[in-house]
C-alpha cells in the first residue's frame, strides 16, 4: 500500500457558522454581525470564523461567540454557567463555490438562551444586534425593512439561518428544547409563548396548559409563583427530566 502523500489533495479550510437564538419581547430572533472585512464587508452575516488547528468544532464555535459577541454559548454537557446556552452542531455546507476567498467547509451550530442581552462586536464585526427571524427570512434573504440596502446576508448564511430555525420549531415539537428559551423558573404562560414565538402561531392557553402539564416529566412544579406577568398568582415550574415528549406537542397547521 503506497503512502499517504497529502499534497496529492487541494487544501481546504473549515469554518463555524452559529445560528444564536432567544425569545425578546415575544418574538424570535436571531444573532447577526455585520462584517468588518472582505468580503462582503459592510453586509450582516452570523457570528463565526475559522476552526483553529488545535481546537475541535464545538471549542471553535463557543469561541467565535464569546470574541465576536461577547456572548457565551454553553455545550449542554458541561456544567451550567452564567448566561450560558443550548449549543448542538447543526449541519455541514460545503459547496465549492460558498466563500470567494477559497474553498471553506463550514460546520454550523444551533444556540438557544433565554432573554440573551444586547450583543457586544468584537473581533471582525464592528457590530452586533438582535434582528426577528420574520425580518431576516423574507424571501430574497436579505435583512428586511431595517437595512436601508435591503442586502442579503452574506455567504449562504440566509440558508443556514432558515435550516437553524426549522431544527428548532421542528426540536420543540418532540423534546423539552423549548425550556432553553426560559429561565431556571417559569410559568406555563411564559412557555406557552415561546411555542408561540418559535412557530410563529397564536395557541389556546388552556389546550397547551392540558398537554404541557400532562406530558410525563416535561415540567416540574417548583412550589412557588409569581405575579410578574399581572393577574392572579401563577404556578411556577422548572424542566423536567424527560429529554423526549411522549406525545409530542405537534406544531398547528397554518
Known amino acids: 500500500m503506497p503512502p499517504y502523500d497529502p499534497s496529492t489533495f487541494p487544501p481546504f479550510a473549515v469554518t463555524v457558522d452559529l445560528v444564536v437564538l432567544t425569545v425578546r419581547r415575544h418574538a424570535l430572533c436571531a444573532l447577526v454581525v455585520r462584517r468588518g472585512e472582505p468580503p462582503f464587508q459592510g453586509r450582516w452575516a452570523l457570528p463565526g470564523g475559522f476552526v483553529r488547528a488545535d481546537e475541535d468544532l464545538g471549542a471553535a464555535a463557543a469561541r467565535e461567540l464569546v470574541e465576536e459577541t461577547g456572548l457565551c454559548a454553553q455545550d449542554p454537557a458541561a456544567p451550567a454557567v452564567g448566561n ?39 473581533g471582525d464585526a464592528n457590530s452586533a444586534r438582535w434582528a426577528s427571524v420574520e ?5 430574497d434573504g436579505s435583512l428586511g425593512h431595517e437595512d436601508e440596502n435591503q442586502a442579503p446576508l452574506a455567504f449562504d448564511h440566509a440558508q443556514i439561518l432558515a435550516d437553524g430555525v426549522e431544527r428548532a420549531r421542528s426540536k420543540i415539537e418532540y423534546s423539552s428544547l423549548a425550556t432553553a428559551f426560559c429561565p431556571p423558573e417559569f410559568t406555563v404562560g411564559e412557555l406557552r409563548r415561546v ?11 388552556r389546550n ?3 398537554k404541557v402539564t400532562g406530558t410525563p416529566g416535561f415540567l416540574m412544579p417548583t412550589g412557588g409563583t409569581t405575579t410578574r406577568q399581572g393577574g392572579r398568582p401563577a404556578q411556577l415550574f422548572r424542566a423536567g427530566a424527560a429529554t423526549v415528549l411522549n406525545p409530542p406537542m405537534l406544531r398547528p397547521e397554518v
Do not use: I, N
Request: charged share 20%; hydrophobic share 45%; aromatic share 6%.
Open 84 to 122: 450560558g446556552a443550548h449549543l448542538e452542531q447543526l449541519a455541514t455546507y460545503g459547496d465549492p463555490g460558498r466563500d470567494p476567498r477559497m474553498r471553506v467547509v463550514s460546520v454550523a451550530h444551533l444556540a438557544l438562551a433565554p432573554d440573551l442581552p444586547a450583543p457586544r462586536a468584537g
Open 135 to 139: 425580518d431576516l427570512l423574507v424571501a
Open 208 to 210: 397547551f396548559h392540558r
Open 195 to 205: 411555542y408561540e414565538a418559535v412557530w410563529g402561531v397564536v395557541l389556546d392557553p
